[in-house]
């Protein structure tokens, strides 16, 4: 119906977390509406990361240069490491300017769903940068699921052996979040950890 | 915080419509997990895209031929013009194989807040393609909004010197619609276009 370069177009972008056959179009069709404001920027910036991103392989963040610039930091702790699933977790905790350790990306969680093994997640290289004995504290700072809790266990067995403190994050009510609407489970993890308020 | 090449990848996805900042991210990430599968065949897209696709001076449909598929196709029918607002309304009426005529598509809708005018739309050419009195009958395919409305009024005016059928799609109750969840103008067109059902 259409000519074949707009459906190879229209198919790849529907293909985009998040988009289907519809948006895709809708996509597609603002792009060439807007070829030098979106289409023609989005096409170089596209081949600049393609060409220049590269994988950190101390900690498998995505960036310019391997080490990655926050390897490299020389103002961050290299004493604390936050232990990540993804990338995009990562980011979420820089924006979030919490942390001035070090990050370590595991590159998914353990998943029998999904067959997702150790032999898939970056835990060897995880256990050869603690032979050095420079880290002693680790945050697991991982998702709260199912796939996540395991992966929580997993490695708290494998840290046992290491001389390391090693701690999980915080679970509990959301900031902003209304008691009415949580679930039972994130309700009851609340209760059991409750803080006192007067020590 | 991250690399200005990802930034500036992230920045321009998330001006795409129906993207914000964190699907933007989200895209970007998946985008770099996939190079072969996914970053270069879009790259190679959006490039062929930007350099084979035009407009149809006739129609101004997008395509790869001037003038387009639709206006070279033979076995369509001279006689009957269909006036869309976009290319999107235009792929939208062949999916449906509905129509069999000529298009125009009029490349947006007169608006008096968005300041768009007779001047913005290809109203001049849909006047000059009706000169040679080939088109008998022309079918207004606009959006059933205020500005849609506004439209069809306007070129219902221009159109009357010129010896055609001119009519707009029905209004009515859509295909599956619950009568509980219409609005009252949808409702109140539904009624006054009843349809007789023993003639």
Known sequence: MNSPEIQQMIQLLSRLPGLGPRSGRRVALHLLKKREALLKPLIEALQTADQTITTCQQCFNLDTSNPCHLCQDTKRDDHSLCIVADVADLWAIERSQIFKGRYHVLGGLLSALDNIGPQQLTIQPLLKRLENGQIQEIILALNSTVDGQ????????HLQS???KL???AQGVPMGGELDYLDDGTLSAAFSERKRLYA
């Open 150 to 157: 395991t992966t929580v266990h997993y490695l708290a067995n």
């Open 162 to 164: 290491y001389a390391v």
């Open 167 to 169: 701690s999980s994050l």
